[in-house]
């Protein structure tokens, strides 16, 4: 649904949106955490959930590189995200093999939302 649609059904509010049409998983995802998505983070939570992301890569499989991207790496004080490049320098890890468990493991850690 876009904007319009939500207009010409008189949708206005999230609470509207809420209550008056089926949503999607992901819309449901989306307006349960709407409040803590507009919320900024410093540079240095970042670098920690960064961290966080790299070591729980290695402990699946080493010798990743990370970079940090997005706002961060354009000097911003605050992100809305984490944008976070990996590669392997073998050039063969796909990421079929890597996310899965990355999931897995960061949800056990709750790193990251079920």
Avoid: W
Wanted: proline residues 4%; negative net charge; charged residues 25%.
């Amino acid at each position: 649904m876009d904007y319009q649609q939500t207009i010409l059904q008189g949708l206005r509010t999230l609470e509207d949106v809420k209550s008056k049409i089926a949503l999607t998983p992901e819309q449901t995802v989306g307006l349960k955490y709407y409040e803590e998505f507009q919320q900024k983070m410093s540079r240095k939570e970042v670098e920690e959930i960064a961290g966080t992301v790299q070591r729980a890569v290695n402990s699946i499989k080493a010798g990743f590189v990370f970079e940090i991207c997005g706002s961060y790496r354009r000097g911003r004080e605050h992100c809305g995200d984490v944008d976070l490049l990996m590669t392997h320098p073998d050039g063969r890890v796909i990421h079929e093999s890597i996310l899965e468990p990355l999931l897995t493991q960061l949800h056990k850690s709750s790193m990251c939302a079920p």
